[in-house]
């Protein structure tokens, strides 16, 4: 069965530092890797997505992830924290075998530090 | 457009009540999707449909029903409601299966159950 990990249920950083949140999945085939996006009191939006092909994905608002296979990994970075960076993020995998649905990580609640 | 609306936005039901909740999207999407959300636990899914007139069952299905007679509406009933189903309900529609197209989720319908 599939899953995603996401370590840490909140992280904390100072503006301008660099943002980390860690992705990891489980796949028993090639998977297609989601990271979404929830601010206060709204419904999700994703940020980026994996499919095939260049493993480094650039989504909006300047973040990106990079799929290494190896590691099982889906990391979301941002080099720069911004105050409107302060939300929910969510890593979620799909595969092309059960490509109807999508399972979500539990969410890392990312706080931005003035 | 207005995308994928939840109506109500807000309900508290007392033990044993029943209530539908109403997703409606005007991107003309194939697919529909109730998720609940609750704290630390990410997003489950609970039904979808891959089409007018179809339903399947996700993750978390027991206590709900749905139905999926017009392709813009899927609605979500509880026929009994029970504490443990106080929750936050997101719906989300897409135009095809997910890896491919991208989930838009409405703004969510917070459940509270006495």
């Known amino acids: 069965a599939q899953s995603v990990t996401q370590l840490g249920s909140h992280v904390s950083v100072s503006e301008g530092a660099l943002v980390l949140l860690r992705c990891n999945y489980s796949s028993s085939v090639p998977p297609y890797l989601f990271w979404y996006v929830q601010y206060p009191n709204q419904g999700l939006q994703l940020l980026l997505k994996?499919?095939?092909?260049?493993?480094l994905v650039k989504g909006i608002n300047g973040f990106e992830a990079e799929f290494k296979k190896s590691e099982t990994s889906f990391h979301l970075t941002k080099p720069s924290a911004h105050m409107s960076d302060a939300a929910e993020y969510f890593c979620?995998?799909?595969?092309?075998?059960?490509?109807?649905?999508?399972?979500f990580g539990k969410g890392t609640r990312l706080h931005i530090l003035p | 457009n207005a995308g994928v609306t939840q109506t109500p936005k807000f309900r508290v039901l007392k033990t044993g009540q029943s209530m539908t909740l109403l997703c409606a999207q005007d991107?003309?999407?194939?697919?529909m999707y109730w998720y609940r959300q609750d704290p630390g636990m990410g997003l489950r899914l609970i039904h979808y449909s891959v089409g007018e007139g179809t339903t399947a069952k996700g993750e978390v299905p027991d206590g709900y029903n749905v139905s999926r007679l017009k392709k813009q509406n899927f609605l979500l009933g509880l026929e009994s409601a029970a504490p443990s189903q106080t929750s936050v309900y997101f719906c989300a529609s897409s135009y095809a299966s997910p890896p491919t197209y991208e989930q838009y989720f409405g703004p969510g319908t917070r459940l509270t159950v006495t």
């Open positions: 979620a995998v799909s595969d092309m075998n059960r490509d109807d649905k999508i399972i």
């Open positions: 994996y499919t095939t092909g260049a493993t």
């Open positions: 991107m003309n999407h194939e697919y």
